[in-house]
């Protein structure tokens, strides 16, 4: 049976307000009025004041409570205007608009040298634009999330960059050809892991758009390579995926073996990703596995999955997988004549707090086991 979850987990968050600490109070008070359209809704001892504009709120503390060149990130309905508006009132711009994988987004400096990162819905039809760190480098995003500094890209990093804008707006052929570009030019290069992530991010393209077999022979190789180089955690991710090729191609024991040596290198990896990250990793592959147990009539051996899945989840506090784990093993346990009361209410429970497609989720099963 789960444990209980703990009494905080009831307690209610709302929004935070940051707290910037200013050099001179009056200043940043006009500048946030004048350049940025915020209200001062009061001031206290002539020190600290609170700004807002919506439903934002930042405090202004005059020297105290932090340091100059904080980071605020800021939704709004719409940057490209705000940035028009702020062209216009001057505001220092550090970054104009720009499309990334989390939004489109701009960067704007105070007289502290804070930055203000207001950001809204991605364009979908705008390729992905280079970001500007704290120190004035900027990077470039490469497929798989991976960033490399502008400055350093190589022939075959170029030919990457541009698979970003062709994935996004659906030009496989011109996906394809630049990825099998890359490969030849790390080839080329001897840089045995950058082909290895290269092959890869080939082997998902070829998974999503069908060909399964081509994903597969680009997947091992890519493991091959990773295992040479000693690349504990991408091998275990690689090894994952291609146990996901194995599943919809309908290979159980061929998904059940990667998925176990997935585990595995997860479970070993302690040093090189959060313990929050790996208990994820490890659910999901828990998670795989279970599907493929279910999928093959072994309830048993399912449920025992999902509620390892469970117990995984549960120490990264992760609502969504607790309430499909718990689900699953309520309905496993139904099907093998036992009782999913406390695992199914312990599903509710972690559903309260997620999306609409859980919710029904965890419905579907509670009609199903009565």
């Excluded at 634009?129 to 990093?157: I, Y």
Aim: aromatic share 8%.
């Amino acid at each position: 049976m789960p444990e209980a979850a703990p009494a905080a987990a009831t307690i209610q968050f709302h929004s935070p307000t940051p707290i910037l600490s200013v050099k001179d109070l009056n200043v940043s008070l006009d500048y946030y009025a004048r350049t940025l359209g915020f209200k001062t809704d009061f001031i206290q001892s002539g020190i600290i004041a609170s700004v807002s504009r919506g439903a934002c709120h930042i405090f202004l503390v005059e020297g105290d409570q932090g340091h100059p060149g904080s980071w605020v990130w800021i939704g709004v309905s719409d940057s490209a205007q705000l940035y028009e508006e702020y062209q216009a009132s001057g505001a220092k711009i550090r970054v104009p608009p720009t499309n990334r994988p989390w939004g489109y987004e701009m960067q704007v400096e105070d007289p502290d040298g804070h930055v203000l990162r207001f950001g809204s819905d991605q364009k979908p039809d705008e390729p992905f634009g280079e970001w500007l760190d704290m120190h004035g480098t900027r990077w470039t995003p490469l497929p798989q999330g991976r960033w490399k500094p502008s400055d350093r890209l190589t022939d075959a990093d170029q030919a990457l960059q541009a698979v970003g804008s062709a994935w996004q707006q659906g030009k496989k052929d011109e996906v394809r050809h630049a990825l099998e570009q890359a490969v030849e030019l790390w080839r080329k290069s001897g840089n045995q892991v950058e082909l290895a992530h290269t092959l890869r991010t080939l082997g998902e393209f070829e998974r999503k758009a069908g060909d399964l077999e081509r994903a597969k022979a680009y997947y091992e190789e890519a493991i091959a390579l990773l295992r040479g180089e000693n690349q504990l955690a991408h091998l275990a991710d690689a090894v994952r995926h291609l146990g996901d090729i194995h599943h919809k191609a309908r290979r159980p024991a061929e998904a059940e073996a990667a998925y176990r040596e997935a585990l595995a290198l997860y479970r070993q990896e302690a040093k090189l990703r959060s313990a929050s990250q790996r208990n994820l990793d490890v659910g999901n592959v828990l998670r795989r596995l279970a599907i493929v147990k279910e999928e093959a009539g072994d309830n048993a051996s399912a449920r025992d999955l999902w509620q390892q899945a469970y117990e995984s989840y549960a120490r990264t506090g992760y609502q969504p997988a607790l309430a499909e784990s718990a689900a699953w093993v309520a309905r496993l346990a139904h099907r093998l004549g036992t009782s999913g009361e406390e695992w199914l209410a312990q599903a509710e429970k972690a559903a309260l707090h997620c999306e609409e497609d859980t919710k029904a989720h965890v419905e579907k099963v509670r009609a199903e086991i009565g």
